[in-house]
């Protein structure tokens, strides 16, 4: 299992519309296209906190992505709701959080 997280912002007033257009979009086909296993949609104060799990590497999911209309249109429904945390935001691979510790009791 891959995992990533995209930090934004959004105004927390937005989160159920943002939640909708998730849930609109998850209910297709797409997520499964893109090898999405499961998303969580966090807000904390202004920020947007999204964590995915895929079945592949993050950047190859996301080629796929940028591949699909549906994955474009999701991103322009969301465009009135979310922004870059970055100015210099150019792809969704700017808005990625780096890890930089994990620890799991299921490993040794």
Do not use: C, K
Not at 30 to 38: A, D, F, K, L, N
Not at 56 to 79: D, H, I, N, Y
């Amino acid at each position: 299992m891959h995992q990533t997280m995209i930090i934004a912002r959004m105004t927390p007033a937005d989160a159920e519309r943002v939640a909708d257009v998730f849930a609109r979009s998850d209910a297709t086909s797409m997520p499964h296209e893109i090898g999405v296993r499961h998303r969580s949609l966090f807000t904390f104060h202004e920020l947007y906190v999204h964590l995915i799990e895929f079945d592949r590497p993050p950047a190859e999911a996301m080629r796929v992505a940028q591949g699909l209309p549906a994955f474009r249109s999701v991103s322009e429904e969301l465009r009135p709701y979310i922004a870059a945390y970055d100015p210099g935001w150019r792809s969704p691979q700017d808005a990625m959080a780096r890890r930089f510790y994990e620890w799991s009791a299921d490993r040794p």
